[in-house]
Structures are given as structure tokens and as C-alpha cells.
């Protein structure tokens, strides 16, 4: 193993992706004084394009030699990659190269996010708790099964399907509706060739992110996302509707328990297979009664968990990234602003549903001007262009990421709701109970 790439004093950055993760990403970069260029592959999202150079529009990112050939030409040091399409497609493994580092794993590493089966496995090999479940290829067995079992359940397309392919079901009746509408309808695509029921877990759900370098592990913050698209968490799942960091459902024994009773042995249940993994390692847990089990992994930042979490780093994104491609991640110490951050999710009318785009908006510069010396509000662009006029508008079901800090939850929670009042666009909603989960149960 040859020695480790340093950390370049000015650096140029590829950032792959659009939405509101990838803007916090970007957000934080540009305060690096080891940044140089930001290219952006997707800059039509308003608030990326405010932070960085666009890359040509013909750039296709499967296109392995012109993806290659475009970094070599714009000496490209460092790519960032936030959604995890690119990376179960192996993008790392096109663009890494002994002068450029990829943050994020191989397409191999990958399959923990991009098959949930292979996960499983993994699981199951590692002795990691999870929850009881079944693979099912086809709807007949999937259906024989649900009918001779009357416990509430999880049915999940295996592959991806944008984080809304696990529809939580209480009766018999939803479950049979779950797999039609995975195996037989096609809602989720390929993604759905083959599904996985599982038991339903009772407890709080936890997102657990963990930075990975190859051999070293740091545990960010943990988040709580919130991922119903109604208040008092009813309704259909979406891809997050908010959340808040840090959350203090996870008290620092149990978290390190989690460390070392299912992320260390996951990682080296990947070692084992043969697959080094870098990058961003997330881990959905539910806290059981019995203790934590994992609902699922992903293989980057999530979104909008990552809003939060950029929101309150202090220490160089970009000397972060760069030690964890480099396998250098126990020489840098990561820190965290003291407050707490609550991102809440501005979606368009019919979302997680058809929706309309295009419709103006207006007050993201009064809602931003909230904050004071303890208080800050930054509004993070997930599906939002600049139409031919030059309007900010809507394009796409989670519009913005209204994110606040502030001295605790409660305080933080009220600010964001407050700068969501002072957003417009036509049809816009969003849950104002965005923590509501552990302020309704402190004492």
C-alpha cells in the first residue's frame, strides 16, 4: 500500500448531484480556505448555482471516459458524491485515480445501500440485530406469506428506489396492497425485481452517520429524521420531511454500543468480503426495547439529515473528505457547533405524490433574516430553478431545507417553523412538529 495522497493546499472539487444534500455540501466547502474551484454537475438547483461553476451540459455521468477525461483536463483533486445512484453505479471506481481521491465507496462497497439483500447477509454474517425478514422474487410467495402471518410488517423493494421503498404496513390487508404495488405495478422500477418483508419494529428511529476511512470510524452526531409526510407521523413515507441533530435519544452508552456492537462489525464484515470501504457510512437504527437494531444501511450522507449536521460543523469539510479518501481520518479532529439544528422540509402540494413545478417563490432572504448572535437560519435549495425570467421556483417535491440553530431543540424547532412562515410559493406545506418526538416525551 503506497502512501497516503496529501491534502492539497488549494484543491478543485466535482460535486455530483442536485438537491438539498448537495447544497449543504457545497454550502460548507466554500468556507475551506483549502477550496480552489467548485464544479457543480447539476447547478439548476438555485442555491448550488450561487456557489460554484457549471459543468457542460452534455456531461454525462455514466460516460466513464469523458467523465475521466473532463477531471484530467479541469485537474480535478477531489470528488464529492452525494446520491447514491452514482456510487451504486461505480462511479468511484471510474474517477479514482493515484491524483484524484473519490469520496464515497465502490460500486461493490455500494450494494449495502443498493441491495438490500446483500446487506441483509452482510447482517446476518456480522451477527449484527435487525429485524426477522424474508426475500421474496416474485408476488405469489410474497402474498402466500403475508396470508399466513398476521403481524404488522415492512415490505421493501431490495433495490434503489430514492428512499421511498420500504412502506411500513399494520394489518394483512396493507401488505398485499405493498407488494403490488412493488412487484406488480413496477412504483419503484427495477428496484422492485426483488422485495424483502420484514417484522415491524416498535421504538425511535435514529440516524447514525459515520464517517469510514478504511480502518479508522468516526461517528458524527446522531439525527433524528422524520420521514411520514403528515404530522404526528401519519401518512405515506416520503424521503424526509425534516430532521434535527443532535438527538438525545441516543445517550452516549448506547451510542457506544452501536459503535462497537454493529458499525465496527459491519465494516469489517466488508473487510472480510474483500471490499475496503470509504466514504460515508449511514446507519438507520430503531431503538428496540431490546436494544438497537438496524433498519437499514446507506452507503452517503442523508438527506436531509445532512443539512443539520453541515449546519453545525466547524471543523474543514474539505480537510474531512479528503482524510477519509485518504485513509488518513485519525489525524483530523472533527468538531461540532454546541446548538442544536432543525432542518424542516418545504414540499410542493401532492408530494410524496404527483406535484405541480414551476410555481414562484418568495421570502427565503426575510427568512434568513431571522437569526441574531445566537440564532442562525440558512434555507438549503433541494428542488428549486430559476425560470427564464430569472423567478426562483418550485422543481420538485421537497422544495427547501429551512434550517435553524439555535441554544436546544425547542428554540431551534420554533425558528424554523418561523422562517417557513415567511416562505411563499403556491400550495407549499410542511410538518411544524419537526422533533415533537422527544420534546413531548422530556419531562
Sequence with gaps: MGRPLPCPERGNVLLIGGGGREHALAWKLRQS????????????????????????VSMDCSDAFQMQRWCERNDIHLVVV??????????????????????????AAAQIEADKVFAKNIMLHASIPTAESRVFHDPESARHYVN?????????????????????????????????????????????????????????????????????????????????????????????????????????EILTAVQGEIIVPVVDALRRAGLNYRGVLYTGLMLTPAGPKVLEFNCRFGDPECQPIMARLKTDLFEILWA???????????????????????????????????????????????????????????????????QLVTNGGRVLGVTALADDLQAARDLANAACRCIHFDGAFYRRDIGDRVLVTSP
Excluded at 452525494?82 to 460500486?107: C, M, N, W, Y
Excluded at 428511529?205 to 404530522?231: F, M, N, Y
Design 33 to 56: 480556505p483549502r477550496l480552489g474551484t467548485l464544479w457543480l454537475t447539476d447547478a439548476m438547483n438555485a442555491g448550488l448555482s450561487r456557489l460554484g461553476e457549471t459543468c457542460p
Design 324 to 390: 477519509t479518501c485518504a485513509g488518513t481520518l485519525d489525524d483530523v479532529l472533527i468538531e461540532f457547533d454546541p446548538r442544536t439544528a432543525c432542518c424542516v422540509v418545504m414540499c410542493s402540494e401532492g408530494y410524496p405524490g404527483p406535484y405541480d413545478k414551476g410555481k414562484p417563490i418568495t421570502g427565503i432572504e426575510d427568512a434568513e433574516a431571522l437569526g441574531d448572535e445566537n440564532q442562525q437560519v440558512i434555507v438549503f435549495h433541494s428542488g428549486t430553478r430559476h425560470d427564464n425570467e430569472g
Design 82 to 107: 452525494g446520491p447514491e445512484g452514482p456510487l451504486a453505479a461505480g462511479i468511484a471506481d471510474i474517477l479514482a485515480s493515484e491524483h484524484r481521491q473519490v469520496f464515497g465507496p465502490t460500486k
Design 148 to 252: 399466513a402471518h398476521e403481524d404488522p410488517c415492512v415490505v421493501k423493494a431490495a433495490g434503489l428506489a430514492a428512499g421511498k421503498g420500504a412502506i411500513v404496513c399494520d394489518d394483512q390487508e396493507q401488505a398485499l396492497a405493498a407488494i403490488d404495488r412493488i412487484m406488480v405495478d413496477r412504483e419503484f422500477g427495477e428496484a422492485g425485481d426483488t422485495m424483502i418483508i420484514e417484522e415491524k419494529l416498535p421504538g425511535q428511529e435514529i440516524s447514525v452517520l459515520a464517517l469510514v476511512d478504511g480502518r479508522t470510524i468516526w461517528l458524527l452526531d446522531p439525527c433524528q429524521d422524520h420521514k411520514q409526510v403528515g404530522e404526528g407521523d401519519i401518512g405515506p413515507n416520503t424521503g424526509g420531511m425534516g430532521a434535527y441533530c443532535p438527538t438525545p435519544f441516543l445517550e452516549p
